[in-house]
């Protein structure tokens, strides 16, 4: 595997099982097989290797999809944080979890009976025979190899630290559990049973701040390693050599232990563990939730048979049956029979979508009663629901200009900490009561132990992640943390007409023509030069001349100008498309027409005027329906204080009499495309923040423009690509919908935040003694880490209200 070109790296190997490169000297596990040595990414790959080598080492078939990229785990606050196993954050030492995009349909094969055999190729068992059956990758509520190891080390936390505990309470509360139970046993049980409970239970903590020293990056671990660490050690010198302290150590003549903190803090650390872990896995449900809609298998026809096939192998034009009450597997377009499709999952729409034979498809919908043979188009990781997971998850990992704040404070927090629990020791051991360095310790070690900073860390990332999520369950689909928290602040709302306001579906409403020219003629020749045109006026003239049941010849010399219109030749004959200015140019006098166009326009038409031979011939009068969704969603945006303005390459009378209709009063008609972004600069530069919504290609850098891009999502994955938000289901309900998102989600932050910030702020000072003096009041490194283990589960507890939000 060495490679010529690179001499000079560490040469790779690679992993069998997963097929990872991997350096030798970094591999966490070795095998040797026939003679040769082989290295594994992580424990768990060598021991699948031993259990079967020979299927690793077979060389894959040729026509085998390409191996699926490995999972890659990251730490929710730490996002650039990104490795193939799992495993401890380097920076805050939380324990890193799957990014769910990078599993998305990968699919593996297991025996029922021989759960321990898994194989990236379909085939059958080594032991049994039987066929193997595929299971998606990443989906089964497997459970989390961090949790059970979490839950193990509690258990036994528990288990050894409670007669320490009751020891302790015994001594504390002055009863005599029994006449020989005296100190010196007392610190002897001690020390016994919080060795295991220290070091082997405590272990991983131990680790986290061994790495966080390496890697000078201090975080709670840091803090707990040296909370747990002085406790114990300072309760086992004692119990050693109880000699060698001084008086002010002493209570009666005795130096007291503190193991009882040591396996208490311990014990409850580690259930602040467990909690966080089993909630933070409820976070990203929304994500689970959406790569479960896929289905597994699909019904593929082929040569007049119908197979069932694993869903990856489906490809793009293969012919796919979807029976009745079945999942659509893949993007595509219903070919045959008629049916209803509940989009809602991907959506948020609730009402079944009717589907005929040129229909569109979703992935992972549910179709109704009706059964259709469909036309695979987009499959794998080319789908809507594939590209709505990866760009959830993506959301998740970005970072919302809020948490700035709780960066910055973090940054200086522990060290801050740290300093403060020094001072405590200082000022307890120079002028406390005594015993003063006993007091001393205690209170430095609580106010470690309290200011635990997690909670602050986790306040923001765990909102945008459970706020993204309950995005996409309702078709609001978050490109990055920021747009959702700005969302919220928008006063201003620009929208596109076309595909926005209106259907984007322009049909062909009227027919004019002059003297001395028939309709139909206008029509056809105007469909014949436009047949070649994107421009969604010329769909609409297309057919509508189809319609009629007329044949169009092909255009020569074509020539289109920007929102102007087009010239060619067709049927022998000059044909000119365009507004008035535009047949000036072509020496056409426009005028004759100018009254009838002018009323179709006030009924909110788009009239194209058309020229043959360089005369004024007729018109062609296209209206763009209004959504019926619209009136309701702009009275919601109005009565939320957002300002509206109409944006439109469209005609200004057109213009007008749509947005009269639908109260609109700042109305930017005969916008070229070009222009849309300057509109947006424009009004940013009055000091508005503004929100852009639209669907075309065109629309793209006006969107990257505004405050906030909004994607229709019937648009094309460019506009997608340059919005912050995106719309799954084109409708400005969509936006009410986000805004609401986007305000429960920052409240849901800033009661993160003050839930955080109170636990330490009112925590630190106690800890620290400050209220002693004045109430005689202390917090025990016990009560400390209880109230750091609270802090940080009800933050996250906060965050997941927000999965019930109604939007
Ligand atoms: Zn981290
Ligand atoms: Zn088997
Ligand atoms: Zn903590």
Redesign the pocket.
């Known amino acids: 595997m060495a490679n010529e070109d690179r001499q000079s790296d560490p040469v790779e190997v690679l992993d069998p099982v997963c097929g990872m490169m991997i350096e030798p000297a970094g591999a966490a596990a070795t095998c040797d097989y026939k003679g040769q040595t082989y290295y594994f990414c992580m424990t768990d790959c060598a021991d699948k290797f031993k259990a079967d080598p020979g299927t690793y080492l077979q060389p894959r078939p040729a026509d085998a999809p390409p191996a699926p990229d490995g999972t890659i785990y990251t730490c929710p606050m730490d996002p650039e944080v990104r490795q193939p196993h799992p495993g401890a954050c380097p920076k805050c030492g939380m324990a890193l979890e799957p990014d769910l995009s990078t599993v998305i349909g990968r699919v593996e094969w297991t025996c029922p009976m021989h759960p321990e055999i898994v194989r990236s190729e379909p085939g059958s068992c080594p032991i049994c025979g039987m066929a193997l059956e595929p299971r998606t990758v990443g989906l089964e509520d497997a459970p989390n190899p961090e949790l059970v190891d979490m839950t193990r080390r509690f258990r036994v936390a528990v288990l050894l630290g409670l007669p320490v505990f009751v020891l302790a309470m015994a001594d504390m509360l002055g009863w005599r559990l029994a006449p020989f139970i005296d100190m010196r046993v007392t610190n002897w049980v001690g020390l016994a049973c919080s060795i295991p409970v220290v070091f082997w239970a405590g272990w991983p903590f131990f680790e986290r701040a061994w790495a966080s020293v390496v890697n000078r990056h201090a975080n ?1 671990f840091t803090l ?1 390693a040296l909370g747990v660490g002085a406790a114990f050690f300072f309760s086992a010198a004692a119990t050693l050599a109880p000699g060698v302290f001084p008086e002010s150590f002493r209570h009666h003549g005795v130096v007291e232990t503190y193991f009882d903190s040591a396996v208490v803090i311990t014990a409850l ?1 580690l259930l ?1 563990q467990v909690l966080e872990l089993r909630a933070r896995s409820r976070t990203n449900s929304a994500i689970r939730q959406l790569l479960g809609l896929a289905p597994k298998t699909a019904r593929v026809l082929r040569d007049g048979t119908e197979t069932d096939v694993p869903l990856e192998r489906v490809q793009v034009g293969d012919l796919l049956r979807v029976r009745p009450g079945e999942k659509v597997p893949v993007d595509g377009v219903v070919i045959e029979g008629r049916t209803a499709v509940d989009e809602s999952m991907v959506t948020g729409e609730p009402l079944p979508v009717e589907k005929e034979p040129g229909s569109r498809v979703t992935g992972a919908t549910i179709n109704g009663t009706g059964s259709v043979i469909m036309r695979a188009e987009r499959v794998g990781s080319g789908t809507l629901l594939a590209q709505i997971v990866r760009m959830v998850s993506e959301a998740q990992r970005t970072r919302a200009p809020i948490q700035r704040l709780a960066d910055t404070v973090a940054a200086w927090f522990v060290p801050a900490v740290v300093a403060a629990a020094a001072g405590a020791f200082v000022v307890w051991a120079a002028v406390g009561p005594d015993p003063r360095l006993a007091h001393a310790l205690v209170n430095a070690v609580a106010v470690l132990i309290i200011a ?4 602050l860390g986790l306040a923001t990332p765990m909102a945008i992640m459970v706020g993204t999520g309950r995005g996409a369950a309702a078709g609001v689909l978050i490109r990055n943390a920021e747009a959702l928290e700005h969302l919220a602040r928008v006063d201003t709302l620009v929208v596109d007409k076309t595909g926005t306001l209106t259907e984007g579906k322009p049909k062909v409403s009227r027919v004019i023509a002059s003297p001395g020219f028939e309709r139909k003629d206008v029509l056809r020749l105007a469909a014949g030069l436009e047949q070649g045109s994107e421009h969604p006026l010329a769909a609409a003239i297309t057919a509508a001349a189809r319609e009629s049941g007329a044949a169009f010849a092909e255009a020569k010399e074509f020539e289109s100008a920007t929102g102007g219109g087009v010239s060619g030749i067709v049927e022998g004959r000059r044909v000119v498309l365009g507004n008035a200015a535009y047949l000036r140019r072509h020496g056409v006098d426009p005028d004759s027409l100018a009254g009838e166009a002018e009323s179709l326009r006030r009924d909110g038409a788009t009239v194209v005027l058309a020229a043959i031979d360089g005369r004024l011939a007729g018109g062609i009068a296209v209206a763009d329906p209004v959504r019926e969704t619209t009136p309701e969603a702009l009275r919601l945006l109005r009565e939320e204080g957002v300002n509206l303005v109409m944006l439109t390459g469209d005609n200004r009378t057109t213009a007008q009499a749509v947005a009269s209709r639908l109260g609109i009063a700042d109305v930017r008609a005969e916008v070229l495309p070009p222009d849309k972004r300057d509109v947006v600069k424009q009004l940013q530069q009055q000091g508005r923040r503004v929100a852009m919504a639209g669907d075309g290609i065109n629309d793209a850098p006006a969107l990257a423009e505004a405050f906030v891009g909004i994607a229709m999502g019937t648009g094309t994955d460019v506009a997608m690509e340059s919005a912050g938000v995106t719309l799954v289901k084109g409708d400005l309900r969509g936006i009410v919908r986000a805004r609401r998102l986007s305000r429960a989600t920052l409240r849901n932050i800033r009661q993160n935040l003050f839930l955080a910030f109170i636990y330490n702020s009112v925590g630190v000072p106690v800890a620290a003694g400050l209220l002693y003096p004045f109430f005689g009041l202390l917090i025990s490194p016990i009560w400390a880490s209880a109230a ?2 609270f ?2 589960v009800s933050v996250i507890g906060n965050a997941l209200r927000l999965r019930g939000v109604r939007l």
């Open positions: 709670m707990i650390v602040g635990c900073p997690c909670a750091m283990t802090s940080s």
